[in-house]
């Protein structure tokens, strides 16, 4: 039986956000997924460096892959520098893979990566979230409702 995890995933250190995410899809489920890095990779994830702006992931082979993100070359690296751009394979457990692919398969749905980050233990992790693209109306809904929330606490903060 998998071990209960937390609804933030223990995040210690994020590395890339993709913010426009939350903005263009409407997430379902999020799920945590380990990443299969390169030593260089990893020492320029802990840099800091990476983006996930226009990655996602797909299943292909009862494996789930990263495509489209960028990681660049340490700049400390010899010859046996990675890839920047190269597909990394996702970890995660045999139910959650076949869960995923039946989601993307029958019901239309795509996978986002939300966040990369180190959790406690110091491991590469990615925050991959099973969502479904918003249409026009519905990102417009989503602007009125933020901008009223922002509205709502500005009245509170000055009456109060």
């Given amino acids: ?43 320029s994830l802990r840099f800091g460096e990476g983006s996930i702006a226009e990655s996602y992931a797909e299943v292909r082979d009862s494996e789930v892959w990263l495509i489209n993100s960028n990681v ?3 700049s400390h690296g010899n010859r046996f520098n990675h890839e920047p751009r190269r597909p990394r394979k996702l970890l995660l457990h045999e139910r959650e893979i076949n ?23 110091g491991r590469a992790k990615v925050e991959l979230a099973l969502a479904k693209g918003k249409k026009a109306h519905d990102k417009r809904e ?16 000055d009456r109060g």
């Fill in 142 to 157: 989503t602007i009125k409702e933020r901008d009223w929330k922002r509205e709502q606490q500005r009245l509170l903060r």
């Fill in 99 to 121: 869960k995923l692919h039946g989601a993307v398969a029958r019901e239309g749905m795509t996978l986002v990566p939300l966040t990369v980050y180190f959790n406690a233990r």
């Fill in 72 to 74: 660049p070359e340490f």
């Fill in 1 to 43: 039986m998998a071990r209960p995890r937390h609804d933030s995933f223990d995040k210690k250190k994020i590395v890339a956000e993709n913010r426009r995410a939350r903005f263009d899809y409407a997430i379902q489920d999020t799920y945590e997924a380990g990443i299969a890095l390169t030593g260089t990779e990893v020492k």
